[in-house]
């Protein structure tokens, strides 16, 4: 079955640094990614849909300039939490669209990063 | 405003029985809704999905319904085991985006 990788999986941080995230689509190729943020015992809540070779879509209330997408390939998606602070400690998790299925539906997650700002 | 609500935030039942999930939504009108699985702190996993106009849909001991006249799903694990026992999720797609609601965790007893 397709697979995601995120890396890293977890990251312990200082206040004011930034933590790149990698999502990777391992036997597919993905044009759409979509990051999303959960908080613990809420729902996952999208952050911004990201098209290969174009600039990321971010949801209402989401900074763009806080959190940095870049999705240069068919196979890689990054995101970047800059100048991280305590309230950005969360669950980050990518998802991703195989080429061709827009209207399948079905989304091949990653495993998830845990991002703690101390 | 949009929402999304999944009944409960916990269900417990005895192994063998019939785990019911209800997913109710509103202000959305969806192409399809998926159920995921999620276990702690792992991502979620694609289980099934049921488009508009397919009333039923099943995989080996799941069914799904979907009523869009009373905007909800129903998500049924039969012959429930210890290894159900996880977060499901309900997620509605809205212009190929999803939209998840905040899950209903079930932990079956042996």
């Known amino acids: 079955g397709a697979v995601v990788s995120q890396h890293p999986s977890w990251v312990i941080c200082k206040s004011g640094t930034s933590v790149k995230i990698e999502c990777r689509s391992l036997?597919?190729?993905?044009?759409?990614m979509f990051w999303y943020r959960q908080f613990p015992k809420q729902s996952l809540m999208l952050m911004a849909t990201?098209?290969?070779?174009?600039?990321?879509?971010?949801e209402q209330g989401v900074e763009k300039d806080k959190f940095l997408i870049n999705h240069a390939s068919l196979t890689l998606s990054t995101l970047t939490v800059t100048s991280a602070h305590p309230e950005d400690s969360s669950f980050y998790i990518c998802?991703?669209?195989?080429?061709?299925?827009?209207?399948?539906?079905?989304?091949?997650f990653g495993e998830g990063s845990r991002l703690t700002v101390l | 405003s949009q929402k999304i609500e999944q009944n409960s935030e916990a269900l417990n039942i005895q192994e063998g029985k019939t785990a019911t999930l209800t997913c109710n939504y509103t202000?959305?009108?969806?192409?399809?809704l998926q159920w995921y699985r999620q276990d702690p702190g792992r991502g979620p996993v694609f289980l099934l999905l049921?488009?508009?106009?397919?009333k039923e849909k099943r995989k080996e001991r799941l069914k799904v319904t979907f009523d869009t006249t009373l905007k909800q799903s129903l998500f049924h694990i039969t012959a429930s085991q210890p290894a159900d026992s996880a977060t499901y999720l309900c997620?509605?797609?809205?212009?190929?985006?999803?939209?998840f609601g905040a899950g209903t965790t079930v932990t079956v007893r042996a």
């Open positions: 990201s098209n290969e070779g174009s600039k990321a879509t971010y």
């Open positions: 049921i488009r508009e106009n397919e």
């Open positions: 036997d597919f190729q993905a044009t759409t």
């Open positions: 997620a509605l797609a809205n212009d190929y985006k999803l939209s």
């Open positions: 202000n959305y009108s969806p192409a399809y």
């Open positions: 998802s991703a669209r195989a080429k061709g299925q827009i209207n399948t539906g079905e989304l091949f």
